[in-house]
């Protein structure tokens, strides 16, 4: 049943993807007529691509390469040419990448997709990677995406980087390809920042007895989530961690 969920996700994919690979190599003209078509087989495509990712996910594999490519491929062609901002009703309803109004962006999408590699959602049983998603959709801007400068001399440690053509996730350091075309900077660092500074306040609130003093984003989680935020990022300082964390940073032996 889940390989056949699978193939099904990646038909819907592929269809979509033909419709907006027709559609994006029309002429001005055309192209203007049909610029909402165009953007919403974008969103598609993104919002497909993280139910995919959740499928293989469950048998702790990878996302295809060929479907890595198609996603970061998707997304800086169309920051090129259009606003990534503008909001429409996502395919489904429990989309964790939409809001109250049922409706995401372009951006929110691409940016819900990367919380894989940024956190290592592989790590987390899938039942309960809904903590992760609901927590970071509280951020505001918690993934943002800047132009690549090669001549940087320093990249800040919450920072990916990403080709429009690249067949893997991203990374620190660009991959040995041969043609990765344009090149984003994925900036996590209001993320990196609000998980590290929730989970000091959540823990000075817990010495102190004091609930009043919670992270709000925090307060309507249960306690065994509101620890969870401590190991989203590896980074983060751990103090001594009760019995019943042990299970989300476990794997199985075998897949």
């Not at 969920?5 to 002429?27: N, P």
């Not at 920051?79 to 009703?89: L, Q």
């Not at 609901?134 to 800047?146: E, K, L, M, P, V």
């Not at 000091?200 to 984003?217: C, K």
């Amino acid at each position: 049943m889940l390989q056949l969920c699978g193939h099904c996700v990646t038909a819907l994919t592929e269809s979509y993807q033909m419709i907006f690979a027709a559609d994006y190599a029309r002429g001005r003209f055309g192209y203007a007529r049909i610029r909402p078509r165009i953007y919403r087989s974008a969103c598609r495509m993104l919002e497909l691509i993280k139910l995919q990712h959740r499928i293989v996910g469950l048998r702790y594999m990878p996302l295809p390469s060929t479907t890595t490519r198609i996603a970061n491929t998707v997304f800086a062609a169309m920051r090129a040419c259009e606003p990534v901002e503008f909001p429409i009703e996502a395919l489904s309803a429990g989309s964790q990448a939409i809001d109250v109004r049922g409706m995401a962006s372009l951006r929110q999408h691409y940016a819900s997709l990367l919380t894989y590699p940024i956190l290592d959602y592989s790590a987390w049983p899938e039942q309960e990677q809904f903590f992760i998603d609901t927590y970071c959709n509280a951020i505001q801007d918690a993934i943002q995406f800047n132009d690549y400068d090669p001549k940087a001399t320093r990249q800040p440690k919450d920072q990916f980087i990403v080709g429009c053509y690249q067949d893997s996730p991203p990374a620190r350091k660009l991959p040995q390809q041969a043609d990765l075309g344009p090149t984003l900077v994925i900036d996590y660092s209001i993320l990196g920042l609000s998980i590290r500074k929730d989970y000091t306040e959540l823990s000075r609130a817990r010495i102190d007895r004091n609930h009043f003093a919670m992270p709000p984003r925090l307060a309507r989680l249960e306690p065994v989530y509101q620890t969870a935020t401590g190991y989203l990022l590896p980074a983060t300082p751990q103090p001594s961690a009760p019995a019943q964390m042990g299970r989300h940073r476990q794997r199985p032996a075998t897949a």
